[in-house]
């Protein structure tokens, strides 16, 4: 096996294992987000949630210091892992979201 093939999979157990950390703290990837809500709140559907995880994301963001950004928030290659705390918040506005639709 060549060096290069030797550190690329190298790197890629380091992610692995850095992303499994994570996993095991409670942080979740954007991805995994919305199908989380949805087992949470039936009413969201993942898809919707899916397609405005961005705006989501900005808005439980507003008001916050890049000090709150910094700790809720880690990329991982080309992954974004979520706090607890900040998945609640973005639970939070798509709960808000379907209140304001009755």
Not at 56 to 64: R, T, Y
Request: no cysteine; charged share 40%.
């Amino acid at each position: 096996m060549s060096e290069d093939m030797k550190q690329v999979l190298r790197e890629r157990a380091e992610r692995r294992a850095r992303e499994n950390e994570l996993v095991e703290k409670g942080w979740l990837s954007t991805g995994d987000v919305p199908y989380s809500i949805e087992r949470r709140f039936p009413r969201a559907k993942s898809g919707i949630v899916v397609s405005k995880i961005r705006v989501l994301l900005q808005q439980a963001l507003e008001g916050e210091d890049d000090a709150y950004r910094a700790a809720n928030i880690v990329r991982v290659e080309i992954k974004t892992f979520i706090s607890p705390d900040l998945a609640l918040k973005i639970e939070e506005k798509v709960k808000e979201f379907y209140d304001n639709l009755k």
